[in-house]
């Protein structure tokens, strides 16, 4: 029994080794020089091995093929083979012609890269048969024109890159058996005009044609993209876009329309985005950006606006409308010397401003909402360093000191009330924040300042004047507290004298009494005015009182001189 059992064993194992046998020698032996062939995992590459034809003597059961940086010329009949591919890279080769219905066995691909080659046209079955695929590159060849029905098998590309070619116009029908789409690249290309073929993608969510030649947008123009989320349209000749031309995408979050020939902001265009939250006019020719430039975009987060050389005034009101503002970046706009006060007064949700390499001399406390931001960037303006940039100076001290210490939440010394409110997480390009005046500080680092030549309470001129003052008037104090009494037996009745004398005996100045004299009475003002003599006679009691009170003593000068405070006047 068991004599006759074994044999069949002997042949079942026999047969195992063959086949494990012949499978080692298909990866090993069957592996071209300068690939590397993971059969395990199904995968085969050969980037860079210097091959010049597609390897056929691969495992065909391979789920990845890299045959990038090759030499290969031509994909006839290569790949009827490996018809489990899901992969397929054959970029940077000199491939001119990809043929027609050279990727009918590839039903399970998914990838395909036909990037950097010298592909020249797409007849009209050149994908034929790529029903799974979901991503082709076609990027960086010399593609001219792209047959009607290049793409008809590809229903479910997600992914199309056609960037780097020499496209100006896309045949009607191009895309009509790739309704899935949700991102194509056409950037790099020679297009005149957004290509009306694209209404057919109904669900694109990311259009980039940055770098074509398209000067207008027009109203009827754009496609009806619904679900269009981003579009790029950065670095085209963009002088003009009509009203109503983004009326018809609704969805748009993110738009770039840097480096065009926009000369006025577009911001009626713009309101018709009430989803906008990105969005990118650097490098634009605007001369202003006036009241509410960025009108009804409510959600609007980022918007960048850097490189506008013409830019001279920007509105106290141009982001009133923009309540979730979060990032705004205003760099080398050089011939901005001023931002209002306030400018961001109404956005609450500010954590980022940007506004390096203006012309900007003095910026102030006000100019930013500083207790809400995170991060401030306003190196490379050629600041005016006066006291009135002490609290940027403060800043920076914290800043510093956080840097060396690395704690985080330091607050004090140097810094007091208004800084030391700030968040300490405040970011500032430190290094960059130069003095152009005044000339001491001249391309100095605001931070590397001390306190005494930016603080005006703390120069030395200022020291010296109020210690000046100080003195000046503690002498005038101590001046008057010790010549005062004398000032006022002497000068006072000297000085009153002579003035007297020369009025005349009519109406002599009469200064008061600093005593009643005894027995004042009505008449005491004529007493002084009128002769003794007449005096006299008008009223004897007061003589008599003087002579009672001399004890009979005539000399009436005499008597008067005894009293100190009648002045002398009355009998000159
Ligand atoms: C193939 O190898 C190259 C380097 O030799 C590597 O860069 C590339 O990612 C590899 N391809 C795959 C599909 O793993
Ligand atoms: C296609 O290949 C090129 C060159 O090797 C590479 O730069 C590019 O990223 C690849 N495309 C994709 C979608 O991976
Ligand atoms: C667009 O702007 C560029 C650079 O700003 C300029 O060289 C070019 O002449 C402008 N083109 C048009 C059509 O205005
Ligand atoms: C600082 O300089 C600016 C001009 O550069 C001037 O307007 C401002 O009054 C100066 N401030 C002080 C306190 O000197
Ligand atoms: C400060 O310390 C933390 C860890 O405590 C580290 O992650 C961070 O990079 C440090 N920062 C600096 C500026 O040294």
């Known amino acids: 029994m068991d004599d006759g059992r074994a044999p069949p064993m002997w042949i079942i194992l026999f047969v195992l080794i063959c086949q494990l046998s012949l499978i080692c020698s298909v990866g090993g032996v069957l592996c071209p020089n300068g690939c590397k062939c993971q059969n395990e995992i199904l995968r085969a590459n050969c980037s860079g091995a210097g091959i010049q034809v597609v390897p056929i003597q691969l495992n065909p059961e391979l789920h990845v093929m890299d045959l990038s940086d090759n030499k290969i010329l031509q994909l006839h009949y290569t790949f009827t083979f490996y018809e489990n591919l899901y992969t397929l890279d054959v970029s940077r080769n000199k491939v001119k012609d990809i043929g027609n219905g050279n990727f009918k066995t590839q039903k399970l691909l998914k990838f395909l890269n036909l990037s950097s080659n010298y592909i020249e046209f797409l007849g009209k079955d050149a994908f034929e048969g790529l029903v799974q695929l979901t991503e082709l590159d076609l990027s960086r060849n010399q593609l001219e024109t792209i047959g009607p029905s290049a793409f008809k098998d590809l229903r479910n590309l997600i992914v199309l890159r056609i960037n780097d070619n020499q ?21 790099d290309n020679s297009f005149l005009e957004i290509p009306s073929e694209l209404s057919d993608l109904t669900h694109l969510k990311i259009l980039s044609i940055s770098r074509n030649l398209i000067e207008v947008i027009k109203d009827d123009e754009m496609p009806s993209l619904l679900e269009l989320q981003t579009l790029l349209l950065d670095q085209n000749l963009l002088k003009e876009i009509h009203p109503m031309a983004f009326t018809s995408m609704p969805k748009l979050n993110y738009l770039d329309l840097s480096d065009n020939n926009l000369t006025s902001l577009p911001t009626t265009q713009l309101s018709k985005l009430p989803k906008l939250a990105n969005l990118k006019l650097s490098g634009n020719t605007f001369t202003h950006l006036p009241p509410v430039s960025f009108r009804g975009l409510f959600n609007l987060k980022y918007v960048k606006l850097t490189r506008l050389e013409s830019l001279t005034a920007i509105d106290v009101r141009a982001f009133v409308d923009n309540i979730n503002l979060e990032k705004i970046s ?5 011939n901005v010397n001023n931002i209002p006060t306030r400018l961001f007064h109404g956005n609450t949700k500010l954590r980022y401003i940007s506004i390096r390499y203006n012309a900007i001399k003095i910026l102030a406390a006000t100019h930013f909402p500083l207790d809400q931001m995170e991060e401030l960037k306003v190196g490379g303006n050629p600041l005016d360093c006066n006291c009135s940039m002490l609290w940027l100076w403060k800043i920076l001290q914290d800043n510093k000191l956080q840097i060396r210490d690395n704690v985080s939440h330091y607050r004090k010394s140097v810094v007091d009330d208004k800084a030391s409110k700030l968040p300490s997480e405040l970011k500032l390009d430190i290094n960059d924040i130069i003095c152009e005046t005044p000339p001491n500080l001249h391309n100095k680092k605001l931070v590397s300042a001390s306190q005494r030549e930016i603080d005006c309470s703390m120069s030395w001129l200022a020291i010296l004047s109020v210690t000046l003052t100080v003195v000046f008037i503690l002498g005038i104090i101590i001046g008057v507290l010790i010549f005062m009494p004398k000032k006022k037996s002497n000068v006072g009745r000297d000085r009153h004298l002579p003035k007297i004398v020369k009025g005349g005996y009519n109406a002599p100045p009469l200064p008061p009494p600093r005593k009643p004299l005894p027995n004042n009475d009505v008449n005491h003002v004529e007493r002084f005015i009128v002769p003794p003599i007449l005096l006299q006679n008008r009223s004897m009691p007061l003589w008599d009182s003087y002579s009672q009170h001399c004890n009979g003593n005539g000399n ?3 008597q008067l001189d005894d009293q100190q405070d009648r002045p002398h006047i009355v009998y000159v």
């Open 556 to 558: 009436i000068y005499k």
């Open 330 to 334: 205003l760099d080398y706009n050089y």
């Open 167 to 187: 496209l100006d116009f896309l045949e009607e029908g191009t895309f009509k058996g790739t309704p899935n789409i949700q991102a194509l690249y056409i950037d």
